[in-house]
């Protein structure tokens, strides 16, 4: 989905908005033509706009971002090998930044403007920025302590009226971790407790006092959906449905039979201008965003059985999942996943840890990624293998490759960049270097496939957001400062 997709659906909220007032203004006004009782009471012309607040089509986003791109600089880097996400390998390349954005890519040929900066990069890689699909740092972050851990609203099995938003913590040291790591661009999530957790956010991973100042401008939100264990142990054990698997599916089906009521009544009202307007209600509000397509829908599913039983789900009221998160199994359904446009988002190690996990094997992205049209995607889930990503997609591209499957490492990269931004609909913005698109950029000390590979300088909107030889450019979170160890350099060989 374009990010633009958002500021379309502003325009339809609006333009129907009016549209129903115009309607009940035609349908107030007091003819003045030949045959009008003269004595008639005059009627309203218009209808009174809602108070604020009570209509979601006056105020679509009522959090905008306020970000604001860090200066950057016009930059030319040269003589790298580069990655582009799109299926290229460039040996001895040119990526040029020009105004925040990806001027030029190509070969030792491709020029150089005049007046930038030239970063010589010999000996070293070039890819997009990482996308982290699946993060809670801001919402679980360090230090996890009960008073910071705002991921889950753990009070109902619908929650669709929360957002992972409002409760991030700009100040998270684990945003500054995983920058060192190559991460320009987080999906934040609440978690899964819940079989609707609520809304999901997308940020830019650069320092700021507020959320806002880290939102992703014109990236869709999604919606966080969850199978399995979670739901049906966390209610259970309360002795409240869902506790089993036929309680998810019937929580499901209820909530979005609810949703499509609610969509119908605002529809309804909006065409005719008739009557009172339905109550605003957040939970269906969320809902009615992912039957009308502008919420993704990001669903925690790890077996095959129950994916195929979300998308008949789906299909059975009128919505579609953009991705399926942990898949575990996607392998099993590989081809179905690719026919239907659904991203399989995994891990490659992390297997065994509950009976749902039990069948993941480390060849799962390689064989989600097999047929045309899929869309395999690495992601962390934790604060600590956001730092390497990249680590964790070369194991998963070491295990296609002994399992037969022949994979370059040129495409291997679009599981944490261009694949990635597929799976939470910023595709047209970020996610590979091709001009026009944000630049967001890391230079590797090696291969990036190279366990001893290291993000040298990391771009975000063509500013060095990172560069481990300048200190002025290794930002600290505001909670860091004065904490024991702060300022301190490592000692090297004894020294001190």
């Given amino acids: ?27 107030g006004c007091a003819t003045t033509g030949a045959g009008a009782d003269p ?11 809602l108070a604020r607040g009570l209509d979601v089509a006056a105020n679509p986003d009522p959090y905008p971002s306020t970000y604001q791109p860090l200066p950057a600089e016009d930059v030319a880097i040269v003589g790298a090998t580069v990655f582009t996400a799109t299926g290229q390998r460039i040996e001895n390349g040119v990526v040029v930044l020009t105004g925040g954005r990806i001027a030029a890519v190509g070969g030792a040929q491709t020029p150089v403007p005049a007046g930038h900066r030239v970063i010589d990069a010999r000996g070293r890689f070039v890819t997009p920025g990482i996308i982290d699909t699946h993060s809670h740092l801001g919402v679980y972050p360090s230090p996890g302590v009960q008073g910071m851990s705002d991921g889950n609203e753990a009070t109902s099995p619908n929650t669709a009226q929360v957002w992972a938003e409002h409760a991030i913590w700009p100040q998270d040291p684990g945003f500054n971790r995983a920058r060192e790591g190559g991460v320009t661009t987080l999906q934040i999530l609440p978690g899964s407790a819940n079989l609707v957790g609520g809304r999901a956010v997308t940020v830019r991973n650069v320092p700021a006092v507020t959320m806002q100042g880290m939102k992703f401008p014109g990236a869709p939100y999604g919606v966080k959906m969850a199978c399995g264990e979670n739901p049906s142990r966390v209610y259970g054990s309360r002795n409240q449905s869902p506790a ?3 309680g998810n599916m019937a929580g499901y089906r209820a909530a979005f039979i609810a949703a499509r009521e609610y969509k119908a009544r605002w529809d309804a009202w909006r065409e ?25 829908v990001q669903n925690h599913c790890y077996r095959a059985d129950e994916m195929a039983l979300m998308l008949d789900l789906a299909e059975e009221f009128g919505f579609r999942i953009t991705a399926f998160h942990h898949a575990s199994e996607a392998y099993k359904i590989a081809p179905r996943l690719a026919r239907e446009g659904v991203c399989a988002l995994t891990w490659t190690g992390w297997w065994g840890f509950k009976m749902e996990s039990l069948d993941g094997i480390e060849e799962n992205a390689a064989l989600v990624d097999a047929p045309e049209g899929s869309c395999a995607v690495i992601h962390s889930d934790d604060a600590i293998l956001t730092q390497r990503l990249n680590q ?14 022949d994979i370059a490492e040129e495409h291997a990269i679009s599981w944490i960049t261009s694949n990635a931004a597929r799976a939470i609909g910023i595709a047209d913005e970020t ?10 950029v890391v230079i590797w000390s090696a291969n990036p496939f190279s366990i001893y590979a290291r993000a040298d300088q990391v771009f975000i909107d063509g500013a060095i957001a990172f560069d481990r030889t300048d200190p002025r450019r290794q930002p600290a979170s505001d909670f860091e400062l004065g904490q024991p160890g702060y300022g301190l350099t490592p000692a090297i060989g004894g020294a001190r």
């Fill in 39 to 49: 004595a008639a009471p005059a009627a309203t012309a218009e209808r009174e706009p």
């Fill in 431 to 440: 996610g590979s270097l091709e001009p026009g698109k944000r630049a967001d």
């Fill in 272 to 296: 005719s201008g008739e009557g009172n307007p339905p109550t605003r209600n957040l939970q269906l509000e969320t809902l009615t965003g992912v039957l009308d397509g502008t919420i993704l």
């Fill in 244 to 246: 089993t698997g036929m």
């Fill in 392 to 405: 964790e997609t070369a194991a998963a591209l070491a295990a296609g490759r002994r399992a037969g499957m």
């Fill in 1 to 27: 989905m374009s990010v633009h997709r958002r500021a379309g659906l502003r325009a339809r909220l609006l333009g129907a908005a009016a549209l129903g007032l115009s309607l009940a203004g035609l349908a």
